[in-house]
């Protein structure tokens, strides 16, 4: 079984910063890329930020100067840094995978997800 484990939420002030963790773990044979989504209440789920498996990074153009998203390749966990958070940055935050993992007769390629974490920014 493959499991995808987020930290780092919590409630802050607008301005202020946070650092999300996410860690896979299980019969992971290579990350194929893992990333940052994130749904507010009533609307739909979108991207925040990806890092695929040779380095490069993508983010959404909200977050853009705002937003980091770094790997520990030793560790299968990526973060997310957020700076500057404004109160639209609000959200659920889920930890997506795309990952390559044992199987009983060889190997298969699946999408994960986190259980997600909540961040809240208000004063």
């Known amino acids: 079984q493959v499991q995808l484990v987020e930290s780092g939420g919590g409630l802050v002030q607008p301005g202020g910063s946070l650092r999300l963790s996410c860690a896979a773990s299980g019969r992971i044979v290579s990350i194929r890329g893992m990333g940052w989504y994130r749904q507010a209440s009533g609307k739909q789920r979108e991207l925040v930020a990806t890092i695929i498996s040779g380095g490069r990074t993508n983010y959404t153009d909200s977050v853009k100067g705002r937003f980091t998203i770094s790997r520990d390749n030793a560790k299968n966990t990526i973060y997310l840094q957020m700076d500057s958070l404004k109160p639209e940055d609000t959200a659920v935050y889920y930890c997506?995978?795309?990952?390559?993992?044992?199987?009983?007769?060889?190997?298969?390629?699946?999408?994960?997800w986190g259980q997600g974490t909540q961040v809240t920014v208000s004063s």
């Open positions: 997506n995978a795309d990952l390559l993992c044992r199987t009983p007769i060889g190997t298969s390629r699946d999408d994960y």
